[in-house]
């Protein structure tokens, strides 16, 4: 049942007289469930119970804290069919998606329990004391990594589940030790409320503080507002559009205690096909790349707005390809009329620019919602002289870019924004010779592909989502993947600390039995 | 010799009109060079300067910018007693503090050196690929630490080695593979000419790019906001006042890509004396942190700047003592006239507060620019009331706190502004009784030492420089030790990549030898 209500903490609360509802764009109806915004002191409220539960919460042990993990992907599981039937009717998603995305989020909360019992996330390091040293003796240092403070996590209205409620941000930040707050996304706030149902029922039955898990609802932007300011919010995890992130970014880089804001935000994805490969493989590139351009209606973050190729009969058969393949894709259903409209709006004004063709656009009438894609084409000289075609069109659009010379190509990726990923597809060893093409390429993404699409993101520790700005507003970290946690924790050092009084992961007998850089070595054993 | 020309790359440059001196505080007069501040021009050819040999210097071996570490260490100390006298000269510190501060900075330059020659420091994390795998097969993902590109470095007043031309920072984006623009501090520019004429030799004997590094000189502020501001720099590392490091942060945030500002900045380091501790040994506390206090004319960044006690004879014994022996203490001069009027003016301020009491201050005539040395004591709930109290006094000034009762003591330490260090002096395992203190003290420092004194920072890798704002503008990282090089490094991913094309720390045979996470094990072995 979904009450509309907000949790704040352990409790459910409606204090506000604003409501709202969520909308079905299969059906093209509003849902039937209330929303009831956060009242500006529920906001309150819930900062300051996270504040105090972080007292306790972040001296957890590991155990504990993906004893509750665990118990949040239990829960979720235990909401059964319900939940996927809420998330299809507030997105429009298919059931097979909501189940890979359910499968996806509790995949990653069990990924993180097992990360936080195992223990060497804190990266233990201890310098032992020299006392006899010269000139001077030298103290006891052990430095780990603790939590940072409580978190406000905004999810992303095209991952209700993964990037959402109690998604990854979300467990990586309670991995970390630290509370979370989450500002429900407005488009599937009765789906957030079911998730954030699951999350407390975890909370009780695992003895976790009150506070550890709120959930707000909000339609406007004043409830995150109001938490990215909140003197006891300590970092802030975003998914969602490049307007969104950047106007949190600003908002906690002004507070008196500016705080970090993780946004991962939008990506026009650059995928490079060179000379050989159009040569050889045109046609079924064309039909790959027709079929990631319009992967979930093209609202993947990683999804291919770009293509930038050489001129060439290979290029001529490509975008003669793409232009009869993509036609072919039934069009799908976006996530919101909003998103609908927004994809409307972009395309058409990327379709006015000058120079721009299309070379093939879905023309037949589509039901209310549903998106036709797009994908048309362009000189290199045109893109690189108009700012407006590098900026992502969200959904199933694309833009083949046609470059004269290696040196323009060259030109046009080192001019790209900051990417979530680049693509290169090579065939025949050709990519020793566009070294200074792949060199630029990485400058500006985050991750790097051969002969593949972008779309797809895989959770493991080796993946890097996120990428110089705008893609994410800091390369430094992932928003995907257990080194996540990294976002949410810093380190700390005691020095000439009792040995009784240290943690457990920095006592002398290495009780955890994780490994540890000592003196300068890493290892496993006691002290 | 000392041209007072900038460094743009390998070239001595001097297109402005704008000069300056440097003053010897000790004799209290101008020295004899003329320093060039650096032209809008130079500013804009250091960076893209910068950004051309980031493109290489990126991409070098560990072993070959170890080389050019090694090299610049070996120069620095080729540059013999004309070094240390230019230091005495622009800072009044005496050759003592010289010797071992350039100790300090070259042992900083040849950890590095070894830390990146080792190469674990790229963090290489290794995903192999599960063509097989059902519903999806899985690619190959392989990620490591990459540079962030060209740096900015803001010197310390307080620090013209460690923490200036070729300190820390340099140290730390050097080896992380990033080209570094140093804006030189004013008041040692001298210092900093010869310091970046050994780093000049030192590129130019290793072949380095023309560019890895560049100096300019400034007295005011736009040299170092249009370096903040220049589309081609990517990070920017500052040592010094909140103001500053506040106002550098501000500019860095207001880009149009916004970039990371690494500030390590005021604290006034509290430290907790416990009961029992000042009961037994409250004149060796005094005498101890009177010392402390004064050490290095009390311009350490961890300078004691708070001392909190709960009110008893021991106490009482304690603040007795400490009048008693601070001004004993001969007076040292202060780095330049403008710190030493800044000390003048801010400890006037605070001794002008309400219920402020001063306990002791030294009286005698002192040459111009020493600074004298006062403490002071306040109760707990006058210093509750009076945020100025909180503030940093630069200088030889601290002030002891009297509380009523623990819970004011925690409430103390809870409203504190976050701080480097925190210190708890503790006897007889009286600290278990104080575990709400200590964690509310752990909550707002990056370092907590035990039964110590706070100034004095361990080079090592287990060390935590840096705290809660305002101490740094990002508690996620430290200004001292290895691990600082994680400030100037993102990760990136490799998708399905070439083994040949890979860089050697992802190569499948390993031939760095370094340890990997493979799969999600530690280890050295090949796959």
Chains 1, 2 share one sequence.
Not at 397 to 423: M, Y
Not at 439 to 462: D, K, M, W, Y
Not at 468 to 477: G, H, N, V
Request: with cysteine; glycine share 8%.
């Amino acid at each position: 049942m979904i009450t509309g209500k907000n949790y704040i903490g352990n409790t459910l609360s409606a204090n506000g007289n604003k409501t709202f509802k969520t909308f079905n764009p299969l059906l093209n109806i509003e849902n039937e469930w209330e929303i009831t915004e956060a009242a500006h002191d529920e906001v309150d409220s819930a900062a300051k119970l996270a504040s105090e539960a972080y007292k306790t919460y972040s001296q957890f042990s590991g155990s504990r804290k993906a004893e509750f993990l665990r118990a949040i992907a239990d829960e979720i599981e235990a909401l059964g069919d319900d939940l996927l039937e809420v998330y299809t009717f507030e997105s429009g998603l298919p059931k097979g998606r909501a189940t890979g995305e359910r499968g996806r989020t509790l995949g990653q909360l069990r990924a993180f329990a097992n990360h936080v019992e195992q223990g060497n996330w804190v990266e233990a390091s201890i310098d032992t004391a020299q006392p006899e040293r010269q000139p001077m003796p030298k103290a006891d240092l052990r430095k780990m990594n603790i939590a940072l403070g409580p978190v406000a996590v905004f999810g992303a209205s095209n991952f209700p589940f993964a990037f959402s409620t109690a998604g990854g941000d979300t467990a990586a930040a309670l991995a970390a030790g630290c509370p979370v707050i989450v500002k429900s996304h407005p488009m599937h706030a009765g789906t957030g409320e079911m998730v954030s149902s699951a999350v407390i029922k975890a909370a009780e039955k695992t003895n976790m503080p009150n506070g550890v898990f709120s959930n707000l609802n909000s339609s406007g932007i004043e409830v995150g507002q109001a938490l990215v300011q909140h003197t006891n919010v300590k970092a802030v995890g975003f998914t969602g559009s490049i307007r969104g992130g950047r106007a949190l970014f600003d908002l906690a880089a002004q507070r008196d205690e500016p705080i970090p804001v993780l946004a991962e935000m939008g990506s026009i994805n650059p995928v490079v096909i060179l000379p050989n490969a159009l040569n050889n493989r045109a046609e079924d590139l064309a039909k790959t790349y027709a079929g990631s351009i319009t992967l979930g209606t093209g609202q993947f973050c990683t999804n291919p707005g770009l293509i930038v190729g050489l001129k060439s009969d290979g290029l001529n058969t490509f975008v003669t390809t793409l232009a009869e393949e993509i036609v072919k894709i039934e069009p799908s259903c976006m996530l919101h009329p909003n998103i609908a409209g927004a994809y409307e709006t972009n395309k058409a004004n990327a379709m006015s620019q000058n120079g721009l063709e299309v070379l093939a656009k879905y023309e037949s009438d589509v039901k209310p919602n549903y998106a036709r894609q797009v994908v048309t084409t362009v000189e290199g000289d045109t893109f690189l002289n108009n700012p407006t075609l590098h900026h992502e069109v969200f959904g199933p659009f694309s833009l083949v870019v046609q470059c004269d010379s290696d040196t323009q190509l060259e030109e046009i990726v080192s001019n790209l924004e900051g990417q979530l990923t680049g693509t290169v597809i090579s065939d025949d060893n050709e990519i020793s010779q566009y070294t200074n093409v792949v060199n630029a390429l990485q400058n500006r993404v985050g991750r790097i592909i051969f002969n593949g699409v972008p779309t797809g993101v895989e959770v493991c520790p080796s993946m890097l989502h996120g990428g110089p700005y705008p893609a994410s507003t800091d390369s430094r970290f992932t928003a995907v993947g257990v080194d996540s946690i990294k976002r949410f924790v810093r380190p700390f050092s005691f020095q000439d600390w009792p040995n009784e009084l240290l943690p457990n992961e920095l006592k002398n007998d290495n009780p955890l039995n994780i490994i540890r850089n000592v003196n300068g070595k890493l290892t496993s054993q006691k002290i």
